[in-house]
């Protein structure tokens, strides 16, 4: 069973950093295409933030463009967000997610591309 575990969210002032990280177990990353997704308050629609796929290609929303790095470190299962320069409008919660093989187009930055999913990690920002 493949399960995916965010940490690393929490308070911080604008202007700001934090690292998020998605440990996966019952599978092994390398395989999979991945993604972070937010989900702001009061919306109910999942933002695509970044992404990484299964050939090494990533791809981040031009709304955090230069600000947030997508990588992910293989041997140990696990995929991170680096966010930098965090603004009030980053607050959100943040999932991790994840499908096996080569996704449709990383540019899309799709929720519908993807099965697996984490329970989120809440990132607040203040300004």
């Known amino acids: 069973q493949v399960q995916l575990v965010e940490s690393g969210g929490g308070s911080v002032q604008a202007g700001g950093s934090l690292r998020l990280s998605c440990t996966v177990s019952g599978a092994t990353i390398h395989t999979y295409s991945m993604g972070w997704f937010r989900r702001q308050e009061p919306k109910d629609e999942r933002e695509g933030v970044a992404?990484?796929?299964?050939?090494?290609?990533?791809n981040v929303a031009d709304s955090v463009k230069g600000r947030f790095r997508i990588s992910r470190d293989n041997s140990k299962n696990t995929l991170y967000l680096q966010m930098t320069s965090l603004k009030p409008e980053d607050t959100a919660m943040y999932y991790c997610?994840?499908?096996?093989?080569?996704?449709?187009?990383?540019?899309?930055?799709?929720?519908?591309?993807?099965?697996?999913w984490g329970q989120g990690t809440q990132v607040t920002v203040s300004s």
């Open positions: 992404a990484y796929g299964t050939y090494g290609d990533t």
């Open positions: 997610a994840a499908v096996i093989g080569p996704i449709s187009s990383i540019d899309n930055l799709a929720p519908s591309e993807y099965n697996y």
